[in-house]
């Protein structure tokens, strides 16, 4: 068990090109998040999977965002048309809760996180 | 939205002294958790506290909750130039789903 991995650390990308980060979880985990997190500011939350289905999406997830985690495993950010303003550090974190729809209420795990800059 | 509040903002002191951080927070809580982030990389959990829990410890770490108060502290004893981070309290609520919502940290320095 090698803990929750991003890829890439870093991307630097033009204003109106697409990204995507990818996160892979502590492999018995079948909870994943996605946070946000800009300079001086704690992680906010973007979204998150029980498995393969994403049970809740903040309101900071606009259209141009989209998350997928088609087998339960890996899961993908995907963020179209990028804007200056997307520029930030995307963290992934892991859990295991034993029922669906129910808190974990445990500890997270997270990753190193995405770097992303927009220019 | 952040729920928690961390105080203070930012935080100096020199090895071997002790570093109190607080946090406080606005609904009804599960769980408090604290977590570490050093610079530019990813968050570490620290220690998590439940509602019906008054005050934990783990290693140099002690944690207090105060429910009626809506506010936790973390406490670092005999702190090292290692510790130097951020620190960061996050909230899990009692009702819906468990997204833990983190405040804005306490930036620590520990001088050798």
């Known amino acids: 068990d090698t803990g929750v991995s991003q890829d890439p650390r870093h991307k630097i990308t033009k204003r109106g090109q697409n990204v995507t980060f990818r996160c892979d979880p502590i492999s018995e985990h079948n909870r994943l998040y996605w946070y946000r997190q800009t300079l001086g500011q704690g992680p906010e939350f973007l979204t998150y999977f029980q498995n393969e289905a994403q049970l809740e999406k903040s309101r900071l997830l606009s259209d141009r965002f989209s998350a997928e985690r088609p087998k339960g495993s890996f899961s993908t950010l995907e963020i179209q048309r990028t804007e200056q303003g997307d520029s930030a550090m995307y963290l992934c974190a892991s859990s295991l809760a034993s029922e669906p729809r129910t808190s974990s209420k445990g500890e997270l795990f997270f990753g190193e996180g995405s770097r992303l800059t927009v220019l | 939205s952040q729920q928690g509040e961390e105080d203070p903002q930012a935080l100096s002191i020199q090895e071997g002294e002790n570093a109190t951080m607080n946090c406080s927070y606005k609904t009804s809580i599960n769980n408090l958790q604290w977590y570490r982030q050093n610079s530019g990389r990813g968050l570490v959990h620290l220690i998590l506290?439940?509602?019906?829990?008054r005050e934990k410890h783990s290693g140099r770490l002690r944690v207090t909750l105060d429910t009626s108060k809506k506010s936790s502290s973390l406490l670092i004893t005999a702190s090292r130039a290692a510790d130097t981070a951020s620190y960061f309290c996050?909230?899990?609520?009692?009702?819906?789903?468990?997204?833990?919502?983190f405040g804005k940290g306490t930036m620590l320095l520990v001088s050798p």
């Open positions: 506290i439940r509602s019906n829990e």
């Open positions: 996050a909230t899990v609520p009692n009702s819906g789903y468990s997204t833990l919502t």
